[in-house]
């Protein structure tokens, strides 16, 4: 049989090609009106019979006391003989408990996205998560199934007195938060890359938004159409009110480093 080192078909231009076993396959584009337009895809098929090739089977000895011990034998070498170490008995202590290093307080939380009456996928972020369903109006679960993020679930004001106390145990447990972080009565969420309008919905569930600004925690406790109200936790007592627009670009500066936290 001859053997056909070359392929072509008039008009055609071949790429994307991928090797799979004895099969090539590849798609077909044309040149037409000044670009390349996809065709179709096609494949060639090799019947060259490789003669130093060997299946590799699955084989078995039976060996005294561990019974059948399956393996598999290497390529070009015979395996006739085994020699293994393993104790004659086994002794099996029981433990009260196992200690495992680590937070015991954060967990390993996936968000689902949710919209148009259907699941849109799993993130590990809150930021994947809400940019995937934001445009079509849909909302976050994490896996407890409890709703952390929805579009439309939002008052249009929001105005909160501040607890500077009860906040700032919450903002002493943010350096070690990397995704969510479980309390009695609520979670503790990162909403890093969060934008502030979207942000802004944790406030309006009763709870100020946190942010890092240089040395400082900054509080969101409030919001309206055209200002939002931010305090500055261990500073002044008096909550100021900026424009949105200032906002916007103050806290874009630390990549929406937001932190916000639900109630059950």
């Known amino acids: 049989m001859k053997t056909k080192l070359s392929y072509k078909k008039d008009g055609l231009y071949f790429s994307n090609f991928s090797l799979e076993g004895n099969q090539l396959r590849f798609d077909e584009y044309q040149f037409q009106d000044g670009e390349y337009q996809y065709v179709g895809k096609d494949s060639l098929l090799s019947n060259k019979e490789i003669k130093d090739e060997r299946k590799i089977a699955l084989e078995s000895k039976a060996l005294g006391n561990l019974g059948k011990l399956q393996y598999l034998p290497m390529v070009g070498k015979a395996v006739n003989q085994f020699s293994l170490h393993y104790p004659e008995k086994f002794s099996i202590e029981k433990a009260g408990s196992i200690e495992l290093p680590g937070n015991n307080k954060e967990e390993n939380i996936l968000f689902s996205a949710y919209s148009l009456g259907h699941y849109q996928g799993e993130f590990s972020t ?21 709703i952390v993020w929805n579009r439309t679930d939002r008052p249009n004001t929001a105005n909160l007195k501040i607890q500077e106390e009860a906040i700032s145990n919450f903002v002493s447990q943010i350096p070690e938060l990397r ?8 979670v503790l969420l990162n909403l890093y890359g969060m934008d502030l309008h979207a942000a802004l919905y944790y406030v309006g569930k009763s709870y100020p938004l946190m942010i890092r600004m ?8 409030g919001y309206n159409n055209s200002f939002i109200t931010v305090y500055t936790l261990g500073g002044s007592s008096i909550p100021r009110n900026i424009s ?14 937001f932190y916000g936290y639900l109630k059950k």
Do not use: T
Request: aromatic content about 14%; proline content about 0%; cysteine-free.
């Open 214 to 221: 240089e040395d400082q925690w900054e509080l969101i406790s």
């Open 126 to 146: 809150m930021e994947a998560a809400y940019k995937k369903i934001y445009d079509q109006f849909g909302y976050v679960v994490d896996q407890k199934e409890r």
């Open 179 to 186: 995704r969510a972080m479980d309390y009695d009565n609520g």
């Open 244 to 257: 949105r627009e200032e906002a916007i670009a103050r806290y874009e500066k630390v990549h929406n480093a």
